[in-house]
């Protein structure tokens, strides 16, 4: 049975979160952390406190290419690349190996640490394959530039082809909580991302995998999610917020409470401390002011665009992360 956290005690709860091991605390303790009504301020503290211990000033930045977009089988409620709904996406040819190597310089001379390419599609095809493997072998090789590649499913000859080829790291986001899956997708389930996301690993690489706040999820069932990547343990968790994208089911879904949204970036660094904790996409739309706070507890971004969406100015999120004492880690 998970301990609980007194909301109105400040110390019995800071007491918990340097205790460490909340994970084992159960998913009720982390929906405690999760409720409003529990006070942030010694979370955020502690949040911050953890991000320093693990990562110092450093800070990741990571360029994010759409490398075939629009026209996917898939029907996400909350993706504008979805062939199932009338979106502003029109739909690309995959980008040539040339293409992915020029984005790739760019973004390494912008200040980029990572290159993140994604392919809209439920699993990349053989000729997607060959593409990318070619352009991150370049990266690797001839750049020493740190690469993640997301396709909806692989199967474990793509996983370990794109490994020799020099691939970090695989993202494969699980998205919602299990008991909201059905509501927003009726093409795959949550057991089966979990289970890709378990073979990442698995095949030897690196696992990227995050989720989305505000898709309707509960407390409980967002904590239920935290859990099961307190388990997964992967290298990266990319906290994205939704941005709502016209013409797909939750086109209109209400703005989010910043002080939520960093309570939840707060939860996840507590959950994982020495995890890589990404801002993800819509930390401009939904966290507002309190956005330089959140770069205090996570220590990656995306620099630039999102994959359908803009983001902010690349010159801009750089000179907040300079300006906050943080130093951009180079590759
Ligand atoms: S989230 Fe991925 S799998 Fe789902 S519709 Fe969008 S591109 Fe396809």
Redo the contacts with the bound molecule.
């Keep these: 049975m998970a301990e609980q956290v007194d909301a109105r005690d400040l110390k019995s709860l800071g007491g918990f979160l340097r205790a460490g091991s909340i994970p084992a605390l159960g998913t009720s303790f982390i929906e405690n952390l999760l409720d409003p009504k529990t006070p942030l301020k010694p979370i955020l503290k502690e949040a911050i406190r953890l991000r320093r211990a693990h990562f110092g000033n450093s800070f990741k930045l990571h360029v994010l290419e759409n490398a075939k977009k629009g026209g996917?089988?898939?029907?996400?409620s909350y993706?504008g690349?979805?062939s199932k709904f009338p979106t502003p996406v029109t739909p690309s040819a995959p980008l040539k190996a040339s293409e992915l190597i020029a984005g790739a310089k760019e973004a390494q001379a912008s200040g980029a640490y990572r290159f993140c390419m994604a392919i809209?599609?439920?699993g990349a095809v053989e000729a997607d394959l060959r593409v990318v493997g070619e352009a991150v072998s370049f990266m690797a090789r001839d750049l020493g530039l740190k690469t993640c590649f997301s396709s909806?499913f692989l199967d474990d000859a793509a996983l370990d082809f794109l490994k020799a080829c020099g691939l970090d790291r695989i993202n494969h986001n699980l998205?919602a909580p299990r008991e909201v899956y059905p509501r927003i997708?009726s093409s795959h389930t949550y057991e089966d991302r979990l289970q890709m996301a378990r073979r990442v690993k698995e095949r030897g690489l690196e696992l990227c995998c995050g989720f989305i706040v505000g898709l309707g999820e509960s407390l409980k069932e967002l904590a239920g999610l935290l859990q099961d990547l307190a388990e997964l343990k992967p290298d990266a968790i990319p906290v994205n917020f939704l941005i709502p994208i016209p013409g797909t089911p939750l086109e209109g879904a209400p703005p989010l409470n910043p002080e939520q949204c960093l309570r939840v970036l707060c939860v996840v660094r507590l959950l994982l401390p020495a995890t890589e904790v990404r801002l993800a996409a819509g930390r401009e739309l939904h966290l507002g002011a309190l956005e330089p706070i959140g770069f205090l507890v996570a220590d990656s971004a995306f620099l630039g665009d999102y994959l359908t969406a803009k983001g902010q100015e690349g010159s801009r999120t750089l000179r907040m992360v300079r300006a906050l004492g943080l130093d951009p880690l180079q590759a």
């Design positions: 996917c089988s898939e029907d996400c993706c690349q979805s809209a599609r439920r909806g998205n997708c």
